[in-house]
């Protein structure tokens, strides 16, 4: 919806700033003006154009170079990727429209309009299994329009509209009218300047929830918010933004001191470090730190820093151990391999005091003791950990089990919650795995090329103690579960009888395996005790005896008491153990529609080929510039040698 004055207004080169000024195309392109002038392969060599870089790198046409018609040289507006960049006519530029009271009421239906369905009628009808059709009923059309009315609601959604500026002078007046709004969100517009968005935020004096989410927003300057205190606004999201400074995240901070949610994913904050000092003074209870500079996010609940480029916890992650109020911290696909936890004085607050969540999935993590320090987060109770070198040779199960023994403050992982029962199970298995690595170590079973260059002056003994320290030192937490389950698992040892003579426990697990298949949903379930070293495919094989199933056709899941999902037993090869089956456990067994399944590969064989075809096509187009351009060189050096 454009304002009267936009559908009247021409564009000039004063209208677009070059690396900020987004535009739009008729197809929902997106791109930004990176160049304004003439073109020299134009027919007018003083006609202005736009030069654009559009968001999908397959829009354009070219990489910013032209022929240039006078002397066939190539030469360079700008530069982007082979297919990526266009140039605009001005009367083809649509730099997006205004934030106006008339947009904001397009987005909803007058109560006195045409009802979508008259009768409590839809105008469709559903076909039923019998061939029949169905009316589709809407039920309280009217009172669900009355609920959305713009005097009524408290949020706004604005998303992918083309909004690039606030509304004119003329009718700020009228946005007296959604002044009550609490909530708006803008994500996927074409705002490119804090002063727009600035101006836009001081048109709703009760905001308190603002989304510019997918807006190539550059980086604050101090001008732009002294004097503007933005005490209302508890909600930021400015996810994949064009920030590439912490510097401007400290100056909302100082601007929005009630923030509590802010979310700043997808941009480059790795000069964090910079701004150390200012972080470690957020402990302090003052309003303003010794250099005078104003403390920042005293009130922040929640902080996302997911792909923020960010590679060294000590540097990156460290400044924001004081907040006092920080519960969640999200810092899902950065480059962090390990965690460093420095030690706090006793006068000081606890590290991460109030942290309760955090999320490490995408990171560069390979070890668990990189892990440990978790353990100093008092308050931490939910982990989020997968998609890292450390769990991508583990199984699901395996990672699962590992964490909840070295993590005890745990209560929820991967989002899904820890039972008393699964945390005791963990750490049983966690101890006996550990003490057989002590107990393979002890009898010289474990001997590697380093230890055979040993110092000639050291005994056995020596060896294996040097061994025994490291796993201890990577296990801080064994000692202390073995004292805790010692006598449990001793007597579980005892009563299984001589074979087991040696183990600390013995890995047997009681599992229910119940049938889901059509053929035999009604069979009596198995209940057996089975070793954890059990692999899936001899589970299988008992299935297909017991349940009359084909093997082949088997999907096994399995699930313990609490979990709301049951997880895959994808691998026959893998033991019950790697996917960190525990005593108590259900598996379902069910069988494969196998016209079903045919019917899903050709749908992948017809998405695959269309890919190839698609690729194919892509690599044609950049093959036939490819000559075009060498043709364009050889032309160009001849003619330059006909002129010598």
Known sequence: VQSREEKTMTMTPTHLRPNITRVRDASGFVGTVVYVGPVTSAKSPTEIYAGIAWDDVTRGKHDGSVICRT?????????????????????????????????????????????IAPDNLLPHVARTAGGRDKPIEFLGELKIRNWQQLEVVEGISLRMLGIARPCS????????????????????????????????????????SISLASNRINDLSPASVEGFPM?????????????????????IGEAMP????????????????????????????????????????????????????????EKHVLPFHNLPKLESLILN???????????????EATMFPKLASLQLAGTSISSWPALDNLNGIPALRSLRFRNTPLTSTLGVGEVRSTAIARLPSLEFFNASPIAERERTEAERRYVSNVARELLMISSGAILSAADQSLNNEKTGDDEANAKQAQVYARHPRFQSLLEKHKETMMS??????PSSQGNIGEDV????????????????PLRKRIPMSLKVGRIKAMCARAFGLDIDLQILHFRIEGDPFPSELDDADHTLAYYGVTDGAEILVNEIDVDAREREKARQTEEHNQR?????????VLQSMQKNDHRINLLATEMSQKKI
């Open 492 to 497: 579980s040892s005892a009563s299984s009888g």
């Open 333 to 347: 696909d950065n480059a962090i391999d390990a965690i460093d936890l420095i030690t706090v004085p006793e006068n």
């Open 169 to 208: 002078a003329e009718v700020q007046n009228e946005m007296e009218e959604f002044s009550h709004l609490k909530s708006i969100d803008l994500a996927g517009n074409l705002l490119s300047g804090w002063e727009d968005v600035l101006d836009i935020l001081r048109q709703f004096k009760n905001l308190q």
């Open 258 to 313: 009630n923030l509590e949610e802010l979310c700043v994913a997808h941009c480059d904050l790795s000069d964090v470090e910079c701004y150390y000092s200012d972080a470690k003074a957020i402990s302090h209870a003052d309003d303003v730190n010794g250099d005078g500079k104003i403390l920042v996010f005293q009130n922040l609940v929640l902080l996302d820093l997911s792909d923020c480029h960010l590679t060294s916890w």
């Open 509 to 524: 697990i009681g599992l229910t395996i119940r049938s889901m298949a059509a053929s035999s949903c009604d069979m009596e």
């Open 612 to 620: 190839v075809e698609e690729q194919e096509q892509h690599v044609a």
């Open 71 to 115: 002397t066939n040289e190539i030469i360079r507006h700008f530069k982007c990727g082979p297919t990526q960049g266009s140039f605009l006519r001005l009367s083809k530029v649509d730099v997006g429209v205004s934030m106006t009271p008339e947009l904001m009421r397009s987005r909803y239906v007058k109560p006195d309009a045409e009802l």
């Open 231 to 251: 005490t209302g606004i508890t909600t930021l999201n400015l996810n994949s933004t064009n920030i590439s400074s912490f510097k401007t995240v400290q100056l």
